[in-house]
């Protein structure tokens, strides 16, 4: 073969250019040989960047065209350039690694190391977010979620033994990665342990791949200084993840980049849409709840309105609004959230209601401290419901428990915790709202004014019919007491006869006479009866379903908070706000147009745009909560999944009138030399204002119409 001829004749020294010419066309040759599927087997000799021949088992080939310039004095023998041979990189790299299964030749990726240059560790914004995200609870879940769902396709059935268990192996991967802000990140190459000089390259960001007592893991220098690619980094490092994963997830590559980027309220709705299954379909498999999802008003009936003892990784509503605060109508508006601690845990003689619990709001771990007051406990009443027997509580996790989803029943409060399955009687009923009382009272007006909502509540006769007698009984008991809180007399001398559990106190037979109580227990009996229409529904859906998620295994546990946000989710009070909000704008665009001397039309455009879109984001709040899209440009495309063809057909007019916000605002948007006020004058404002104001209209409607279906 010509190429061990020029070999033989060369001894190892430097070709001379027709020898070049002569190997480069022999080795072009070799490789059309090799695509063919033609077999070689004579030695094979090829030349080299320093324009030698070399054996095949000594050379090795640059595979990343990047790294040409970084390994120029590497110790083994390089290749020579594709361009030599007249050939694409790509095309010589595929026919070497044909050629590499007759004849094995050494790539540079597969025997250099890229390692990390030892520098300083300095802090760094987007390190530290990533570190927050890798232990996020929402984000470990969807990565779960990709990992199981590459585990149990078809294609990885037969590379796996056991499904958990690698699952578990491969989330642990990811739970140990470990990440470092520099100000430059430097990286060089190494070859059989040592450093090969001027490889050095400063990147924006590296993965570098450590071993350690027999267990690999990742360690990932971000730069503080260098601008990149938030995608690009995503890429890299799910790339880096697979390859420890033995690549199992190569099926989900594009949904495991994802989850790195995408703001992490987005990945289970996105995961959603990709079609990767939820975890929590076992005993075994993680469940991660929709921290800061509004709870639903048709589950409002369960949370126990005299329950104040709460737990750590108890999961809770957290009370945003009321409006009674006000003195107004309405339901109040909860949020899911997680009990991290009572910080006065140390002292369990302390008043319940002086206590103070950090909790955890959202998805993004942010947490806040609240008095207990503001926490409501979710239950659920037996069969038959019944006001002195004990609820089962959805809420903590035992000390010692070992699977972080084994959660058990605990009753309403730990001074009951022995005897609440027992009948209690009047006098412990009354003795226990007199002791939650004088607690309020030495607390503060509005807290003594927020514990008598929740008691009276808890025993409104409206809200209680199938116990009628007890409940206004105990009732009546308690507007006596609140009258004489707010008299300033003592409640302590108020008994109930043992003998005949009837009150022994001068003034039992209370009749109400102040008009602002009398509102009061309007405004009560009015959400009490709602709550019993909400309890009515319950009981009949829950027969159908032969499940509510209030039962004692994981499964319902689990289903139970899911449906906060995978069923719909109405929140008329939310969409209320929205409107305050779009009458406001409406308001002051009409002030922008009408002002005087010098009236901006432009901006009463922009105010009237703005209010629409307002408006639409009410409606959809009122629909359901949990489907609310990302805010858009155009009104069209962000009333679309309204159905309305009024709204529809309103928002194209005012989309075409107005363009887009951009075209209200900066003069870039028009041509030289008018600006945005020279074109929005007082007719388009009209317009917009009139179309504004029929969106707002509609809006009005069909919210009325939802809360008037829900009532």
Not at 19 to 47: N, P, W
Not at 361 to 371: A, D, L, P, S, Y
Not at 679 to 687: F, M, N, Q, V
């Amino acid at each position: 073969m010509v190429l061990a001829e020029i070999n033989k004749g060369s001894r190892e020294q430097e070709l001379n250019p027709e020898d070049i010419r002569a190997c480069c066309k022999a080795m072009k040759g070799l490789m059309t040989m090799v695509k063919s599927g033609q077999s070689i087997s004579e030695d094979l000799f090829l030349l080299c960047q320093d324009r030698k021949l070399h054996h095949y088992s000594d050379v090795a080939f640059a595979d990343n065209e990047s790294d040409l310039k970084r390994i120029k004095e590497f110790k083994r023998p390089l290749l020579i350039d594709a361009g030599f041979l007249r050939l694409l990189h790509i095309e010589m790299k595929e026919s070497l690694q044909d050629l590499s299964q007759l004849k094995k030749i050494k790539f540079v990726s597969e025997i250099v190391r890229e390692v990390v240059t030892p520098g300083q560790n300095v802090p760094c914004e987007f390190a530290n977010k990533m570190a927050t995200r890798l232990k996020n609870p929402v984000f470990l879940n969807g990565f779960e979620r990709i990992v199981r769902h590459c585990l149990t396709l078809p294609a990885n059935q037969a590379k796996i033994t056991n499904v958990d268990e690698t699952c578990t192996g491969i989330v642990r991967v990811l739970k140990g990665i470990q990440i470092f802000g520099r100000d430059r990140v430097l990286t060089h190459f190494t070859y059989e342990g040592e450093r090969i000089e001027n490889s050095e390259n400063v990147v924006p960001f590296f993965v570098e791949n450590t071993s350690a007592g027999g267990c690999n893991s990742l360690k990932v220098y971000i730069s503080s200084t260098v601008f990149f690619s938030e995608s690009d980094f995503s890429e890299t490092l799910a790339k880096a993840i697979n390859k420890l994963a033995l690549e199992l997830l190569t099926p989900s590559m594009c949904e495991l980049s994802s989850i790195f980027y995408r703001p992490i309220a987005g990945i289970n709705e996105y995961l959603n849409g990709r079609k990767i299954r939820e975890t929590g379909t076992d005993a075994t498999s993680s469940f991660c709840p929709t921290l800061g999802t509004r709870v639903p008003r048709d589950v409002q009936h369960l949370l126990i309105q005299d329950e104040f003892v709460f737990y750590p990784q108890q999961l809770v509503a957290f009370e945003l609004d009321d409006p009674f605060d006000r003195n107004e109508r309405g339901l109040p508006t909860f949020i899911l959230v997680e009990v991290c601690a009572r910080l006065d845990a140390d002292n369990p003689s302390a008043p319940i209601l002086s206590a103070k619990y950090r909790i955890r709001v959202n998805r993004e771990g942010e947490e806040k401290t609240v008095q207990a007051s503001c926490l409501y406990a979710f239950a659920r009443s037996r069969e038959t419901p019944n006001l002195q027997q004990t609820a089962i509580v959805i809420s903590t996790r035992p000390e010692n428990a070992e699977n972080e989803n084994t959660f058990r029943q605990t009753d309403a409060g730990n001074s009951r915790e022995d005897d609440e399955s027992k009948q209690r009687s009047l006098i412990d009923i009354v003795e226990e709202m007199k002791r939650l009382l004088k607690e309020a009272s030495s607390q503060s007006p509005e807290e003594l004014k927020k514990i008598i909502r929740r008691l009276c509540l808890k025993w409104h006769p409206d809200k209680n019919l199938n116990q009628k007698e007890l409940s206004t009984e105990v009732f009546q008991i308690l507007q006596h007491l609140i009258e004489r809180l707010k008299k300033g007399e003592s409640i302590d001398d108020y008994k109930i006869s043992k003998d005949t559990d009837q009150a022994s106190a001068s003034g039992a037979s209370y009749t109400r006479t102040d008009t602002e109580f009398d509102d009061f227990f309007d405004r009560m009996g009015e959400r009490a009866r709602q709550y019993d229409r909400q309890q009515e529904n319950y009981r009949q859906s829950s027969s159908r379903r032969n499940t509510s998620g209030y039962h004692h295994s994981n499964h319902d546990y689990e289903d139970f908070f899911r449906g906060f946000t995978h069923q719909p989710n109405p929140q008329p009070e939310e969409a209320r706000r929205w409107m305050r909000q779009a009458k406001h704008d409406l308001r002051s665009a009409v002030n922008d147009g009408t002002s005087g001397l010098s009236p901006s039309f432009d901006w009463m455009c922009i105010k009237c745009f703005e209010a629409s879109k307002i408006a639409i984001r009410a409606v959809q709040y009122a629909r359901d909560s949990n489907k609310m899209p990302e805010f858009a440009e155009s009104l069209t495309s962000l009333s679309s999944d309204l159905n309305d063809s009024e709204i529809s057909c309103l928002c194209r007019e005012l989309d075409s009138l107005i363009t887009s916000i951009g075209h209200l605002k900066y003069p870039s948007q028009h041509g030289f030399p008018q600006v945005p006020c020279d074109l929005y004058r007082e007719g388009k404002a009209i317009s917009a204002y009139q179309l504004s104001d029929q969106i707002y209209e509609r809006c009005s409607r069909i919210i009325e119409a939802a809360d008037d279906e829900f009532d």
